[in-house]
């Protein structure tokens, strides 16, 4: 089975998990499929991460009118029509230069894994968990009988552990330590601070004390939609957010719902050679909602010349200029 194929087929098996209308046999048959090849079970996970990042723009009118209007005067199983949903949301999930790979449960000792610049990358542990690296990020995976735990280097990581009760799994990241069973996270390293989004489960954050380091303990547990900015200064802060949009990059997508162009266009910046430039305050004050694939400049800037937010004043091959319409 080619990759395409692989991709269509886990599309059409999410849909039909989302109908509610799956039998029995479908389920066992959806089991036997998955188990053929870890290939399989990556390629669902994938449609369903993509699925939860759309979320946040799924609701917004634009595209229920969109939806509505491509739906209208069609009758078809409930399944079919997610399976058009979900075929979508697989091809952009599995796009964007993300690719996989599956850890040799046999190798002995700690893994080091990196992404460049603009590469992002899926690593499968042996134990089933699964870790999305972004751009310039670095990871030390460590596996054996009675440990699982990864070291956060640099960078930023998304984790969908696997459940083990007996064997908890703990990233490592600066001074923090993130402690999961079987949950889904997001953990991000730069400039000395540490960055957690939890998606789903719960985890726990700490700062453990040792004999070099005697300092007050620090520690949180999370629950999902929560996000926790934890500074060098040990000034920690805990708030809801909304985290499917936070962990859509680990789909290829940078979900926004409600943000203002200035804050998309820095996000889009950082993953893209062509820069977004905004002088005008008031133009980086407009607000946007949509879903871009990462680092998709032009796109961004077709949509914004589209909702009438801005119009492209000069344009070089390394700069974008977005100016007041009119």
Not at 83 to 111: E, F, N, W
Not at 129 to 139: A, H, I, N, Q, R
Not at 158 to 178: I, M
Not at 263 to 271: C, F, P, T
Request: glycine fraction near 8%.
């Amino acid at each position: 089975m080619t990759q395409t194929s692989i991709r269509q087929t886990a599309a059409d098996w999410f849909a039909r998990k989302r109908s509610g209308a799956m039998t029995l046999a479908e389920a066992a048959e959806l089991e036997a499929w998955l188990a053929e090849s870890a290939d399989h079970q990556i390629a669902l996970d994938s449609v369903e991460l993509m699925w939860a990042a759309s979320e946040a723009i799924r609701g917004e009118p634009a595209v229920l009118a969109i939806r509505e209007a491509a739906l209208k005067g069609r009758k078809r199983p409930r399944w079919l029509v997610g399976g058009a949903i979900a075929a979508s949301v697989a091809a952009m999930a599995l796009g964007g230069g993300i690719y996989a790979q599956r850890l040799d449960p046999l190798t002995p000792g700690p893994r080091t894994f990196s992404t460049s610049d603009g590469q992002t990358s899926t690593i499968t542990l042996p134990d089933g968990s699964k870790v999305t690296l972004d751009e310039e990020t670095v990871v030390r995976a460590h596996e054996t009988k009675d440990r699982r735990s990864l070291d956060l280097v640099r960078g930023r990581a998304f984790f969908r552990v696997a459940k083990d009760p007996s064997r908890p799994f703990v990233v490592a990241a600066g001074d923090k330590t993130v402690t999961a069973l079987g949950t889904a996270f997001d953990v991000s390293l730069r400039d000395g601070g540490v960055k957690v989004t939890l998606l789903e489960g719960k985890v726990k954050v700490a700062t453990p004390t040792t004999p070099l380091a005697p300092r007050k303990v620090q520690s949180t547990e999370m629950t999902p939609g929560s996000q926790l900015v934890a500074p060098e200064d040990g000034s920690w802060k805990l708030a809801k957010v909304d985290a499917s949009q936070e962990v859509s990059w680990a789909a290829g997508q940078m979900v926004f719902a409600g943000k203002s162009l200035a804050q998309v266009a820095a996000e889009l910046n950082a993953r893209s050679d062509k820069k977004i430039v905004i002088d005008d305050p008031a133009v980086g004050r407009a607000v946007i909602s949509g879903s871009f694939d990462t680092g998709d400049v032009e796109g961004f800037v077709r949509a914004v010349e589209g909702y009438g937010l801005a119009r492209v004043g000069a344009e070089t091959k390394e700069r974008v200029e977005l100016v007041a319409p009119g």
